[in-house]
């Protein structure tokens, strides 16, 4: 009867493992796959604000979004 048991507890220890060896590695590529877009994302922007048709925008006083230089407050 002690044979059983064993076997048993062994077979789900396999089981478990196999499970857990899987989700690992599921979470190692999609953590991969994550990060690759973040840097896609990342050099596309840095791409983007080096062209000389893009303009910065600042933040002014009453909560607009202004280019630099340009001293309208209020409406």
Same mark, same amino acid.
Do not use: N, Q, Y
């Given at each position: 009867m002690s044979t059983a048991i064993l076997i048993r507890v062994l077979i789900f220890v396999a089981v478990f493992l196999a499970i857990a060896w899987? &989700?690992?590695?599921?979470? +190692? %590529?999609w953590k991969g796959e994550f990060k690759a877009i973040d840097k896609a994302k990342h050099e596309?922007?840095?791409?983007?604000?080096?062209?000389?048709? &893009?303009?910065?925008?600042? +933040? %002014?006083?009453d909560g607009k979004f202004r280019p630099?230089?340009?001293?309208?407050?209020?409406?």
């Open positions: 899987g &989700v690992r590695r599921i979470w +190692r %590529d596309r922007d840095l791409r983007e604000r080096a062209r000389p048709d &893009v303009i910065t925008l600042k +933040r %002014d006083k630099p230089g340009d001293d309208r407050h209020g409406s």
